[in-house]
């Protein structure tokens, strides 16, 4: 982990250019020459980004990491302008709770206490009786961390921790090109893992042995009597491709890798444009949320929130006609069901769907995604659908999906209403919709079933009844 503090707007090129396994855990930057904390955080780290009290005098950031040793402590990366007096007070506002707490950065304060040459009169640190009854303890390196031509150098890059011992081995580091050097500090202390992202695809795919491994796992889907038959072949059928694949897969090293990437760019096409596109986006970091005077800072917290700001978001709105409910339940039991037999799907149809869905679509929780079925033989899949259409069944697991949430561009961060969530099904299910779509379709169409002042969008024409109105 690293803090930041004082790059003004300088360190923003940097941030954007982290690579995929750092998070920036917290951002607080200003579009001045100096000023600014950052704290950047490998991703794999257990952490989440907290809200600190308002401050007078410091500028200040803050993350909870998960430990072993410890249940949980709080890391601050703080700064305080040259020409700010310090108000003890924000300190204090720092350390206030019972959580092991460490604040780190450039305070722009000396005092001899922590090694410096001089203490500084006009900004006379008044924090050191404060830290005797808040158990409050301070850490400085044994030299310089601030060096500048014509300027005697000083420690001005110091350490202050509540409820944390054995803050050792705090060792300057002569870095980088900054006036302040970093300041490396260890302590006695294993930080929680988070477990890898799950990914299905991790290297380069050999997409013979692929389809070889495949053929040898699966079967044409038969003889399916019931619907949890149809649920065990569904599950079969997905895990049958999972395997497949990491069977198939070559790792690859990530930097090896990328360098090739980088080799094929071109100045002639726009492959340059969109890598440049890729490494510039900000990353999308959800604050701490708050709500009705409460905040939500931890990954389960925001969950919880999101859940119960959309279950409240996407209720009906309720009916004001009461015999409406009854009449549209009743509606279809005036019609004959859909004759049979049933219209089977073919290889040839599900090549069709396949080959219009888009690529670069999140796939669902199975993790496979559109290109994968372009690989498959597509006999195998036919069959899976047409058990289906015979036992009129769509699978369970074909309707659970996987729920991201999109900023809503202007509306404040820390609100949960401001986001909006998408569903990212199965792609096989989207193209079982697909085959589905098609029938019905057809059904509804040829048995008139479509109730007046109804509004329906077929895959090639627009029909609309206006002989009648419902309120």
Known sequence: ?????????????????????????????????????????????????????????????AIKITSHNLPQFTIISAYKPPKVRLNSQDVVNLFSNTTPTILLGDLNSKHQIWGCRVTTPNRRWKTFPISEENSINIDAPLEPTFYRPNILPDILDIALHKYIQNTSNMRVLHELDSDHCPVLISFDDNPMLRPPPNRLIVGTINWNNFQLNLDDVLQPTSNLKTITDADVAVRTFTDAITSSIRAATVPQDGFIS??????TLSTEDSSLWKE?????????????LQQECC?????????????????????PNPIKNKGFNEEI????????????????????????IIQKLP????PGYDLIPTFVLKCLTLANLASLFNALL???????????????????????????????????????????EKVLLKRLDTFLLQASILPPLSVWLSSKSFYQSSSASYH
Not at 258 to 263: C, D, E, F, G, K
Not at 276 to 284: F, G, Y
Not at 359 to 362: G, M, T
Request: hydrophobic content about 35%; some cysteine; glycine content about 4%.
């Open 295 to 315: 905040q939500y800072a931890s990954d389960n917290e925001k969950c919880e929130i999101f859940a119960d700001t959309f279950q409240a978001s996407f209720i």
């Open 359 to 362: 690529i670069k679509k999140s």
């Open 390 to 432: 015979h036992l009129e069944y769509f699978p369970d697991t074909w309707k659970h999906a996987v729920i991201i949430v999109i900023h809503k561009p202007g509306k404040p961060a820390s609100n949960p209403t401001s986001y909006r969530p998408i569903s990212l099904l199965s792609t096989i299910s989207k193209v079982f």
């Open 329 to 352: 339940e009743h509606y279809p039991n005036n019609y004959a069901s859909a004759s049979l037999p049933v219209n089977f799907t073919s290889p040839n149809e599900i090549h069709s």
């Open 1 to 61: 982990m690293a803090g930041l503090c004082e790059g003004g707007n300088e360190p923003l090129g940097f941030l954007k250019v982290v690579t995929e396994d750092i998070d920036i855990a917290i951002l607080k930057w200003f579009n001045v020459s100096s000023g600014g904390v950052a704290i950047i955080i490998r991703k794999n780290i257990k952490h989440h980004s907290i809200l600190l009290p308002e401050l007078n005098c410091l500028e200040a950031c």
């Open 258 to 263: 990328y360098q090739r990437h980088l080799s």
């Open 276 to 288: 440049t596109k890729r490494i510039l986006k900000e990353p999308c970091i959800i604050p701490p």
